[in-house]
């Protein structure tokens, strides 16, 4: 049974930063797409960043890009997202999830990652203040 748990959530003011991180156990870390997904209040959750398991593809939402970076560390299991430049509309419930649903494109980049997923972390809550 695959276990995710998410650290790292917190507190800070727009423009702040933080750095999730997402422990694997029961999994084959590594042989699968991962990724990072949030829920803010009244919204349904989306697909905010997503990692292929060699690392090479990555994928992020509009609103997040340049400012999110997805990662992971194969020996330690664990799957990151540095969050940069924090905004209030990034205020939300941040779930780690392994073998989410993507969607491919060309040359195997990721096009699309819906709310869909094998397995889900217990969730991180993300508040940026203005």
């Known amino acids: 049974q695959v276990q995710l748990v998410e650290s790292g959530g917190g507190s800070v003011q727009t423009g702040g930063s933080l750095r999730l991180s997402c422990a694997a156990s029961g999994h084959t870390f590594g042989s699968d797409y991962m990724g990072w997904f949030r829920q803010a209040p009244g919204k349904e959750r989306e697909g905010v960043a997503g990692?292929?398991?060699?690392?090479?593809?990555?994928y992020y939402i509009d609103s997040v890009k340049g400012r999110f970076t997805i990662s992971q560390d194969n020996a330690k299991r664990t799957l990151y997202l540095q969050m940069n430049s924090l905004k209030p509309e990034d205020t939300a419930m941040y779930y780690c999830?392994?073998?989410?649903?993507?969607?491919?494109?060309?040359?195997?980049?990721?096009?699309?990652?819906?709310?869909?997923?094998?397995?889900w972390g217990q969730g991180t809550q993300v508040t940026v203040s203005s």
């Open positions: 999830a392994a073998e989410p649903r993507v969607r491919i494109g060309p040359g195997g980049t990721i096009v699309e990652m819906p709310n869909r997923a094998r397995s």
């Open positions: 990692i292929r398991s060699d690392g090479r593809i990555t």
